[in-house]
């Protein structure tokens, strides 16, 4: 599989591009230090700027590698960075990605987690070599749950996640889509 790492993407609302040394301040502010975001998104809590910018360092050292795909949220009309989304787990030889998302309490309700996955699926299957593209949500986190539900994507029984960790899925619901059933 050939990889080309993270591109720009849009949408009609969004930019989705690499992470900057400047976006610091924007993740600080709308998601990356919010306990509720980051416990429902399964990651740590940053809450200072010192903790932002290394995670943001991580970011950005990791764009080197060609199968490293995170990209910054933008909402266009502020400039503002409000959230990311990424592959988070990458499996090149069944050509299958893992979709992770979150975005930021202020702009929850306006659809911009679901455009962003659609944006991302359609960039996906039209640019690379992806054939497969995989989420999951914990049942207790019903805002990434109704994402899926409204996304091109279908509940699944597992993930390749679970499948390579020999784990049978309990309080998760998976989600896929194939590249032979999108419409491009």
Request: net charge negative; glycine share 6%; charged share 30%.
């Given at each position: 599989m050939?990889?080309?790492?993270?591109?720009?993407?849009?949408?009609?609302?969004?930019?989705?591009?690499q992470?900057?040394?400047?976006?610091?301040?924007?993740?600080?502010?709308?998601?990356?230090?919010?306990?509720?975001?980051?416990?429902?998104?399964?990651?740590?809590?940053?809450?200072?700027?010192?903790?932002?910018?290394?995670?943001?360092?991580?970011?950005?050292?990791?764009?080197?590698?060609?199968?490293?795909?995170?990209?910054?949220?933008?909402?266009?009309?502020?400039?503002?960075?409000?959230?990311q989304?990424?592959?988070?787990?990458?499996?090149?030889?069944?050509?299958?990605?893992?979709?992770?998302?979150?975005?930021?309490?202020?702009?929850?309700?306006?659809?911009?987690?679901?455009?962003?996955?659609e944006?991302?699926?359609?960039?996906?299957?039209?640019?690379?070599?992806?054939?497969?593209?995989?989420?999951?949500?914990?049942?207790?986190?019903?805002?990434?749950?109704?994402?899926?539900?409204?996304?091109?994507?279908?509940?699944?029984?597992?993930?390749?996640?679970f499948?390579?960790e020999?784990?049978?899925?309990q309080?998760?619901?998976?989600?896929?889509?194939?590249?032979?059933?999108?419409?491009?």
């Open positions: 050939q990889h080309f790492g993270t591109k720009t993407f849009e949408t009609s609302r969004l930019i989705c591009r992470f900057i040394s400047e976006d610091y301040e924007d993740m600080l502010r709308n998601w990356a230090a919010d306990p509720c975001i980051q416990v429902e998104y399964g990651e740590p809590v940053y809450d200072s700027v010192y903790k932002v910018k290394e995670l943001l360092s991580d970011y950005i050292d990791n764009y080197h590698s060609p199968d490293y795909y995170r990209w910054a949220i933008i909402e266009k009309s502020s400039k503002a960075n409000i959230g989304i990424a592959f988070c787990k990458v499996y090149s030889e069944c050509q299958t990605a893992e979709i992770e998302y979150c975005i930021g309490k202020e702009f929850w309700g306006k659809g911009y987690a679901g455009e962003a996955l944006g991302l699926i359609d960039f996906a299957f039209r640019n690379t070599d992806f054939i497969k593209l995989e989420a999951y949500h914990r049942c207790e986190n019903q805002k990434s749950g109704r994402v899926l539900e409204k996304s091109k994507m279908h509940i699944t029984s597992t993930v390749e996640r499948i390579r020999n784990i049978i899925p309080g998760e619901v998976c989600y896929c889509i194939t590249k032979d059933t999108y419409d491009l």
